[in-house]
């Protein structure tokens, strides 16, 4: 294997290699500073006419390889799982309770720009601290504190 360019969070490396603070990689955005990890969310403009078709390719610009925005990315899943009720075709208009929908959650996911999660989980923990790292799901039909 050819080694072309590598990066590290560890500052006294940092210095020395002259790199900058904040790199991509893995399609996610790594702050080294920081050690944090964050994702892109692109600012896409939503046409007053949205079709399933827009909700998903929209859906599809968010990536999230691990997967901790899944708690916001689930909504426009859950509209367009509704949506496919309505029995419209692909490039047809949706109705205009579910276009107000995925708009607002449009609108509100630019929040997530904010939002990081720390690369260690026990960093600057004692190690003789346990660590414990609990996930929950359910798979009830739908619902999760949304009204669609």
Known sequence: MDLRNWEC???QVRDDIKTTDVTK???LIW???DDTLLCEIPELFVSEQVTKQDMLSYKSTIFDPIEFLSPATVLPKLILQTAWLVRQGWDEELPQEKVSKFKKWQT???CLQDVSIGRHIRRGLDSAISTELYTFCDVTPVKM???L
């Open 31 to 33: 702050n080294k500073t």
């Open 145 to 147: 504190h949304m009204q």
């Open 108 to 110: 509100e996911l630019q």
């Open 9 to 11: 969070s560890e500052n």
């Open 25 to 27: 990689v893995l399609g």
